[in-house]
């Protein structure tokens, strides 16, 4: 891509990013843009930022870099949304122009107080790492504060480089605050701070230190009440693979307990990965008016190749997802904002499959399919997505490793990983197969495959780069039935 020189003398600001990005929308190559997910309007987008509400409307910010499609000085991108379908791209809010962030604004996250909205971000200046407020009256203009957690309220022996992404919620009348660190002994960590005003904080505790996390620290902690528990979210950078869990380079974890957040002890009573699939991190959260627990999440993964860098744009967020405890398990299933868009619905009902079986009308690659498989006798079951000649993609349930896989080995297009990671093509997980059933809700949107197994009882998510639009379903081994299958295109 050609794009015009970003800034001259090399400094920043919030201003020149939004005239660069008027003036490069239209280099973007739209070949793999999606059409309902969150993505740059230009260059680089990782994690999400400061999501919640305020002003009446929802608030998305983002790790953004505006002049090119890989990762640079971080800016705070900004979107805002009515139902976190469509999105509306505000000005930029943040850009590194300070002497505390010269090098990034790095993650963070938002709060209203007295009619003001806070964003409280990583501001990194050389190898130091603090946490800094910046205040917006309506919405839109950011003017910031400076930093209200310096390094030397770090406790003793921890290092100022690793000291991010303050999560800050209101509990029993005080603001707390979560950071990913590392501890004296550099184990992963997280502390915890208290304030009063938002503006001084004072160190409480670490909530967790842990030495699975082998390359770095829990990244980007988010936290929240729900159906009766506390929960806390992390992405722990290098967590050790468990069976078929956190296979990748950095994972993304939640926690159920209790928090006892006056002594800073999370009590935990379930651990699991959120999504078992390629593409998926930095989760965070808000409440909606109506009471709901949304969560988004970057829809890229350290350390891989970009296949969409060539078009000049790279990383996207989830479609965002609503969450519920059951059973002692964190469910997650897309917001229900998202039927409105549904258009030229087709049903199928009782279908035998065998070997290969393609439905009329049922391809595309911007629809929602729900389907319910009886396993029947087959070893494999399942469908295949982004389908052109040699070239698919296969989500399938496997009888002998009794899992579902997730397989983009065969799309076509080659994505390289770190070498620390075994492969960036296969994923799988363990579901409830009771009375020999499965059911999957699977949202496809030009290059992402987003997959929710049983009501949501796990999920995988993964970008996929192809040109094909053909959808087979597939049993080997023996057959299986297609109880009932809805198809939708989704029109935004
Ligand atoms: C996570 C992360 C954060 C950091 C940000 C920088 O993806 O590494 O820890 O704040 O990205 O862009």
Not at 216 to 242: H, N, R
Not at 335 to 363: A, C, D, M, Q, S
Not at 411 to 438: C, F, P, Q, W, Y
Not at 469 to 477: K, L
Request: proline residues 4%.
């Amino acid at each position: 891509m050609k794009t015009k020189t970003p800034v001259s003398g090399g400094s920043y600001g919030t201003k020149i990013a939004d005239l660069y990005i008027v003036h490069n929308l239209a280099a973007v190559n739209g070949s793999s843009r999606h059409t309902y997910h969150v993505m740059p309007p230009v260059g680089w987008m990782n994690d999400p930022n400061g999501f919640g509400e305020a002003f009446g409307k929802y608030h998305l910010f983002y790790q953004f870099y505006p002049y090119g499609p890989s990762w640079d000085s971080m800016h705070w991108g900004h979107y805002t949304t009515e139902d976190f379908v469509k999105w509306k791209l505000e000005p930029t809010a943040l850009a590194p122009d300070g002497a505390d962030d010269c090098d990034g604004c790095f993650s963070g996250s938002s709060v209203v107080k007295d009619g003001k909205l806070y964003l409280v971000y990583t501001s990194v200046a050389g190898d130091r790492q603090t946490q800094s407020l910046a205040v917006s009256e309506d919405g839109v203009h950011f003017e910031k504060l400076g930093v209200v957690i310096p390094s030397d309220q770090l406790p003793k022996g921890c290092p100022k480089t690793d000291f991010r992404d303050p999560k800050v919620f209101r509990r029993g009348g005080s603001y707390f605050l979560l950071a990913g660190g590392l501890s004296e002994k550099n184990e992963g960590a997280i502390l915890l701070y208290r304030s009063e005003d938002l503006f001084h904080w004072t160190f409480v505790n670490f909530v967790r230190k842990d030495a699975r996390t082998t390359r770095g620290t829990y990244e980007c902690p988010d936290f929240f009440e729900l159906d009766g528990y506390d929960v806390l979210l992390a992405s722990p950078q290098g967590y050790k693979t468990e069976d078929w869990r956190y296979e990748n380079v950095q994972s993304s974890i939640y926690l159920l307990g209790k928090f006892d957040e006056t002594r800073g002890v999370f009590e935990t009573a379930v651990e699991d990965e959120i999504d078992g699939g390629f593409d998926f991190y930095a989760p965070q959260t808000l409440q909606t008016r109506d009471g709901r627990t949304v969560m988004i999440a970057w829809m890229q993964m350290w350390q891989r190749f970009f296949p969409t860098a060539k078009h000049g744009w790279t990383g996207s967020m989830i479609l965002p997802r609503e969450l519920a405890v059951k059973d002692g398990k964190l469910y997650q299933n897309p917001v229900r904002e998202i039927e409105r868009y549904r258009w030229n619905p087709v049903h199928f009902g009782n279908v035998t499959i065998g070997n290969r079986n393609e439905l009329t009308k049922v391809n595309g690659t911007r629809i929602e399919l729900c389907f319910t498989l009886d396993l029947g006798t087959a070893q494999r079951v399942g469908i295949k997505l982004y389908q052109k000649g040699e070239h698919d993609v296969r989500i399938y349930y496997d009888r002998e490793r009794d899992r579902v896989v997730f397989d983009r080995s065969r799309m076509g297009v080659e994505i390289t990983h770190d070498a620390e990671e075994k492969d960036a093509v296969i994923r799988s997980v363990k579901v409830s197969t009771e009375r020999n059933m499965l059911s999957m809700r699977i949202f496809l949107d030009v290059s992402s495959c987003e997959v929710f197994l049983n009501g949501g009882e796990r999920t995988m998510t993964g970008n996929v780069y192809s040109d094909g639009d053909g959808i087979t379903f597939f049993a080997e081994g023996g057959t299986a039935r297609l109880v009932c299958l809805d198809k939708y295109d989704i029109v935004v």
